[in-house]
């Protein structure tokens, strides 16, 4: 990446007395400068991360006029030098993000100083600062989690704004197509994708959740990127996910769940994923049972009540703004509509029982034929 010197300013400090790589981040149409002005290469797996579904490229001497936000990365030891005594004003604390998973729970005490929304986050070395749409993050090697949630809720947020609509499923691609797995948790939606990949030659495109748009006449689906959170049941079937887990599965229940490294997992065969926006080909519904004897195929042609039941985020989510530089401006109602009255003529299949079941060439044929 080019190094280059140039000026950042913060808090009427200006930094630039070091290296500043310059970086854009890409994901449809929501633009991100990042300027890393780290001393080592904390930022890089970060960007690995992101990397899977966003484009991102050197800057150099380029300007990006519709960028929605700028985010500029220092070192969590040069806090003090632009916010001297911060850690000692006034607070109010907050729950950035909850999770059944403990490495995934954020919260942050928020501290106005002068213009500055700065959030010093619990139990982590990090620190948010924003003003306008800069975001300032004071990282350390413990930044991981909560750099990428800032990064996936200004970018999420910016998308439903545009008319996007965010579905807890997974998705695959084959032949230019997205294929959607739905269902409840549970229900085998992480199973049938890895069926679906390493026995159908479909391609890993989403792991727990896609953006849907209606453009040009077209449904068009996008992955988004998120870490692989397997249980244990789904591990034991495939050998090679035994062989890179994080931890010993013996003794462990088959409904626990157990967290990839991203850098792993993604670099399996196939699993690296479709990072395109594609049409929208059709919907699996599983409902995987590995120790019944059939398998039982219904078609569904009517898939726009599951949609409905499936979609990511909640009524809430408008309300959870901590970061002030992308808020939620638009109608929820209007979204869903605008995208699920698309839906009619689009088809699913319910898919019971064993998978193992199922014959080369049949998932295919079943949409062909339709």
């Not at 808090?11 to 449809?28: G, V």
């Not at 594609?278 to 039982?296: A, H, K, M, R, W």
């Amino acid at each position: 990446m080019p190094v280059r010197r140039r000026e950042v300013i913060l808090n009427n400090n200006i930094i630039s007395d070091k290296a500043i790589r310059k970086s854009f981040w890409r994901y449809l149409e929501s633009n991100i400068v990042v300027y890393d002005c780290l001393k080592t290469n904390s930022l890089l797996r970060i960007k690995t991360f992101f990397d899977t579904h966003f484009i991102i490229e050197n800057a150099s001497d380029n300007e990006l006029e519709d960028a929605i936000a700028n985010i500029v990365f220092l070192d969590y030891g040069e806090l003090e030098k632009y916010f001297p005594g911060c850690k000692e004003l006034d607070r109010t604390h907050f729950v950035i993000r909850n999770s059944k998973t403990s490495k995934f729970k954020l919260a942050a005490n928020e501290v106005i100083y002068d213009n500055y929304k700065l959030f010093l986050y619990d139990e982590i070395d990090n620190a948010v600062a924003i003003y306008g749409n800069y975001a300032y993050v004071f990282m350390s090697e413990e930044s991981e989690v909560a750099v990428i949630e800032l990064i996936r809720d200004i970018v999420s947020k910016d998308q439903v704004n545009r008319g996007k609509v965010y579905l807890h499923a997974s998705a695959v691609e084959k032949n230019g197509m997205a294929y959607i797995i739905c269902g409840n948790g549970g229900a085998g939606k992480t199973t049938t994708l890895l069926e679906l990949v390493n026995k159908h030659n479909y391609r890993f495109m989403s792991g727990d959740k896609v953006v849907f748009s209606f453009e040009k006449d077209k449904l068009l689906i996008h992955g988004w990127p998120d870490y692989p959170n397997l249980g244990v049941g789904t591990i034991k079937r495939y050998e090679s996910l035994v062989q890179i887990a994080p931890e010993i599965i013996d003794g462990l229940k088959n409904t626990d769940k157990i967290l990839f490294d991203f850098e792993v997992f993604y670099k399996q065969k196939n699993m690296c994923p479709y990072k395109g926006q594609i049409e929208l080909g059709g919907f699996f519904f599983p409902n995987i049972i590995f120790d019944s004897c059939e398998t039982v195929i219904k078609k569904i042609t009517d898939v726009k009540d599951i949609f409905c039941r499936n979609l990511e985020f909640k009524e809430d989510y408008e309300t959870r703004n901590w970061q002030s530089i992308v808020v939620p401006d638009y109608d929820r109602k209007e979204n869903i509509f605008n995208i699920s009255k698309h839906l009619k003529n689009v088809i699913g299949y319910d898919v019971t029982g064993n998978l193992s079941n199922i014959g080369e060439g049949l998932f295919d044929e079943m949409f062909i034929k339709n």
